[in-house]
Nanobody, 120 residues
């Protein structure tokens, strides 16, 4: 029915940029919110950024000022522009979407995750 496909992860030098993409496809009535989470080895999964249907955004304190979340509604795609990357940003990044799949029915979906490694 609904799938989230992530791309853009990889190896990047400290201080460098990286852009993640997540495209939602399938039976989608509307998008309530989309966001990015990450999980580093041995740590809990945490929310990195989220953007709502009203285009309001929220960021974790650790990434505020460095990361920017945006979306292209026509493509059902959310992006995470990551700048000034630090070693502490190394994690598996997961796309999340809260979607209205039909009138009165909202569901959460997760992407498969994409590895981001910040290393020199």
């Amino acid at each position: 029915q609904v799938q989230l496909v992530e791309s853009g992860g990889g190896l990047v030098q400290p201080g460098g940029p990286l852009r993640l993409s997540c495209a939602a496809s399938g039976s989608i009535f509307s998008i309530n919110a989309m966001g990015w989470y990450r999980q580093a080895p041995g740590k809990q999964r945490e929310r990195v950024a989220r953007i709502t249907s009203g285009d309001s955004t929220n960021y974790a304190d650790s990434v505020k000022g460095r990361f920017t979340i945006s979306r292209d509604n026509a493509k059902n795609t959310v992006y995470l522009q990551m700048n000034s990357l630090e070693r502490e940003d190394t994690a598996v990044y997961y796309c999340n979407a809260n979607l209205q799949v039909r009138i009165g029915v909202n569901q959460n979906y997760w992407g498969q995750g994409t590895q981001v490694t910040v290393s020199s």
